[in-house]
């Protein structure tokens, strides 16, 4: 019998797998993918930060971690510049360091956690922007082949909080390197409503890049947990979006914070949605709701919770809002199940 080895999620829940490795290089990926394949009869899964994953107590395979990081210049001109990541690299950190040299385009996007590989998979957003944004291509290695293959902006499929390797995570391949266009003028995007609220009665014409990045900073401090300090992945839940029709034909508007987007619809806050359900800093079996921000939950337990009790309260929240508003939340956090295989929880 393989004893099995405890594996890092930043939802910090009980979670065990029968092997772990980390990958560096594409010749390292290469091997673990094989062996996987040889030893535990199915592909390894593949982890970047682990910090939007709710993963079972038990994994039956091998998890790989994509550690290949750096930034390289590949092109410029006199207004942009094109990145080359590596997809193991710390996201914050790649934020962190555009705004020391000057580039704009991801600053609204600090202090989410995870890695620049697992950005793309999700199409992370924050404060009115996405990575779609400011995204070029990447590279991902395919099984099939041998090779890496570039995806292009057109090939990711981007959505809300969404893309093709979400849609097709065990076939489509391994995000590898990440290509992003960033612009060397300023062009600050301060209209998301918490932002305005923040610089309400600034000169914006003298506000910097570093403004904008520390503002942002401020707010998610504020708003949600650290993850190096507690257990979480960040936002629970996704913002639904609604065409201008089903809004005006809720059950109930009372109280509701939202936002019109450019395409039309209507964008709400699930974390509004929740509050006005009664979740604000709800517990029950060492999982809690956010006081500040209920999209958030919290494990306080550490180590001693598993995912279906996150799941049992996710649940019944997700029931709260359809009662009262007729909205359906979904999960933002890929549920994985033994397998590896991703769970459907609509």
Same mark, same amino acid.
């Given at each position: 019998?393989?004893?099995?080895?405890?594996?890092?999620?930043?939802?910090?829940?009980?979670?065990?797998? $029968?092997?772990?490795?980390?990958?560096?290089?594409? @010749?390292?990926?290469?091997?673990?993918?094989?062996?996987?394949?040889?030893?535990?009869?199915? %592909?390894?899964?593949?982890?970047?930060?682990?910090?939007?994953?709710?993963?079972?107590? !038990?994994?039956?395979?091998?998890?790989?971690?994509?550690? *290949?990081?750096?930034?390289?210049?590949?092109?410029?001109?006199?207004? #942009?510049?094109?990145?080359?990541?590596?997809?193991?690299?710390?996201?914050?950190?790649?934020?962190?360091?555009?705004?020391?040299?000057?580039?704009?385009?991801?600053?609204?996007?600090?202090?989410?956690?995870?890695?620049?590989?697992?950005? *793309?998979?999700?199409?992370?957003?924050?404060?009115?922007?996405?990575? #779609? @944004?400011?995204?070029?291509?990447?590279?991902?290695?395919?099984?099939?082949?041998?090779?890496?293959?570039?995806?292009?902006?057109?090939?990711? *499929?981007?959505?809300?909080?969404? #893309?093709?390797?979400?849609?097709?995570? +065990?076939?489509?391949?391994?995000?590898?390197?990440?290509?992003?266009? /960033?612009?060397?003028?300023?062009?600050?995007?301060?209209?998301?409503?918490?932002?305005?609220?923040?610089?309400?009665? !600034?000169?914006?014409?003298?506000?910097?890049?570093?403004?904008?990045?520390? &503002?942002?900073?401020?707010?998610?401090? +504020?708003? /949600?947990?650290?993850?190096?300090?507690?257990?979480?992945?960040?936002?629970?839940?996704?913002? %639904?979006?609604?065409?201008?029709?089903?809004?005006?034909?809720?059950?109930?508007?009372?109280?509701?914070?939202?936002?019109?987007?450019? @395409?039309?619809?209507?964008?709400?806050?699930?974390?509004?949605?929740? &509050?006005?359900?009664?979740?604000?800093?709800?517990?029950?079996?060492?999982?809690?709701?956010?006081?500040?921000?209920?999209?958030?939950?919290?494990?306080?337990?550490?180590?001693?919770?598993?995912?279906?009790?996150?799941? *049992?309260?996710?649940?019944?929240?997700? +029931?709260?809002?359809?009662?009262?508003?007729?909205?359906?939340? $979904?999960?933002?956090?890929?549920?994985?199940?033994?397998?590896? @295989?991703?769970?459907?929880?609509?």
């Amino acid at each position: 019998m393989t004893e099995g080895i405890s594996v890092f999620n930043t939802m910090r829940l009980q979670s065990e797998a $029968l092997e772990s490795v980390d990958v560096w290089c594409l @010749d390292e990926l290469k091997k673990a993918w094989y062996r996987s394949l040889e030893q535990w009869g199915r %592909p390894p899964l593949i982890l970047g930060g682990a910090s939007n994953v709710i993963l079972p107590k !038990s994994y039956s395979g091998m998890i790989v971690w994509v550690r *290949c990081g750096g930034v390289r210049r590949v092109f410029e001109d006199c207004e #942009s510049m094109v990145l080359e990541v590596g997809a193991g690299h710390g996201w914050h950190d790649l934020v962190s360091w555009s705004v020391d040299q000057g580039l704009c385009g991801i600053e609204n996007l600090a202090l989410i956690p995870g890695t620049v590989g697992a950005a *793309c998979v999700q199409n992370i957003g924050a404060y009115g922007v996405s990575l #779609s @944004d400011v995204f070029l291509s990447c590279d991902v290695w395919q099984s099939t082949t041998g090779d890496c293959v570039k995806f292009s902006k057109n090939d990711c *499929c981007f959505g809300y909080r969404d #893309s093709v390797f979400k849609q097709n995570r +065990l076939s489509i391949g391994v995000i590898w390197m990440v290509r992003l266009v /960033l612009k060397k003028r300023s062009d600050l995007n301060i209209r998301y409503p918490r932002l305005r609220q923040y610089f309400l009665g !600034s000169d914006e014409s003298k506000l910097t890049l570093k403004h904008v990045y520390d &503002a942002v900073v401020l707010i998610r401090s +504020l708003r /949600l947990p650290d993850v190096k300090k507690m257990g979480t992945v960040g936002s629970f839940f996704i913002n %639904p979006c609604l065409s201008q029709e089903a809004f005006d034909g809720m059950i109930n508007h009372e109280g509701l914070e939202y936002i019109l987007m450019s @395409d039309g619809r209507v964008k709400l806050f699930a974390g509004n949605l929740l &509050a006005l359900c009664g979740w604000r800093g709800y517990n029950e079996s060492g999982v809690r709701a956010c006081y500040q921000n209920p999209i958030v939950l919290i494990n306080k337990n550490g180590g001693g919770v598993v995912a279906d009790q996150v799941l *049992c309260l996710a649940k019944r929240m997700i +029931l709260s809002v359809w009662r009262q508003f007729g909205i359906k939340l $979904l999960i933002e956090p890929m549920v994985l199940n033994q397998m590896g @295989d991703l769970v459907d929880l609509r």
